[in-house]
């Protein structure tokens, strides 16, 4: 299993504005799955987006998937207060799914 | 309903005891894991069970077996507990096994060992 390198480390936004996060890996996948963990709480599945798609929406989140990079991206527009968590993105290729560092955002009122 | 539940959320104990967390799903899943989160915030797996066969023990201290009654339970038990024991624990659960579905996972116990 192989994880997926989060970027960048922390982001602060306003209410209201969008945020971007990227996230790099090495080998081929499966597919990439994002999730969400608010603090003291448990990781929330958000997306999973397979090898051979490239671009998936739910909700106000949209997530890419560049095979050819190894890269992928999730944006979140409209941020609200309740997405300060910190994003995890996880390729998949195997067995295991191997959990980064994550990308914390802070959504400011 | 809670979909994965664990039990208890706080754990506070001596070093050296013996403890025990409890995790059940009722999703009708037949895939569960453990997994820790360190103070650094990563996230790595420790075990995996799969209707009640165990598919995945990572480099875990012996000190830690799991054990599956039934494919909707998956109990943690920890021995001669240590310093570096303390951590969030977290359960998890998915349709079937691999990283080929998405994970449903635990509120998470968080362990402290004084």
């Known amino acids: 299993s192989q994880q997926g390198e989060e970027d960048p480390q922390a982001l602060s936004i306003q209410e209201g504005e969008n945020a971007t996060m990227n996230c790099s890996y090495k080998?081929?996948?499966?597919?990439l799955q994002w999730y969400r963990q608010n603090s003291g709480r448990g990781l929330v599945h958000l997306i999973l987006?397979?090898?051979?798609?490239r671009e998936k929406h739910s909700g106000r989140l949209r997530v890419t998937l560049d095979t050819s990079k190894k890269s992928s991206s999730l944006l979140i527009t409209a941020s609200r207060a309740a997405d300060t968590a910190s994003y995890f993105c996880?390729?998949?290729?195997?067995?295991?799914?191997?959990f980064g560092a994550g990308t914390t955002v802070t959504v400011r009122a | 309903d809670t979909a994965v539940s664990q039990t208890p959320k706080y754990l506070v104990t001596q070093m050296g005891n013996d403890k025990s967390i409890k995790c059940e799903q009722n999703?009708?899943?037949?895939?569960m894991y453990w997994y820790k989160q360190d103070s650094k915030k990563f996230l790595k797996i420790m075990f995996s069970?799969?209707?009640?066969?165990?598919?995945i023990n990572e480099t875990v201290p012996n000190r830690f077996s799991p054990k599956s009654p039934d494919k909707a339970h998956l109990n943690l038990h920890i021995n001669s507990l240590e310093l570096g024991d303390s951590a969030v624990y977290f359960c998890?659960?998915?349709?079937?096994?691999?990283?080929?579905?998405?994970?449903?996972f635990g509120p998470g116990t968080r362990l402290t060992v004084l």
């Open positions: 080998t081929s996948i499966n597919n």
């Open positions: 999703l009708g899943h037949d895939t």
């Open positions: 998890a659960s998915s349709l079937i096994a691999g990283g080929y579905n998405e994970q449903f």
């Open positions: 069970y799969n209707n009640k066969e165990l598919i």
């Open positions: 987006i397979r090898s051979n798609e």
């Open positions: 996880v390729p998949s290729n195997d067995y295991k799914l191997s």
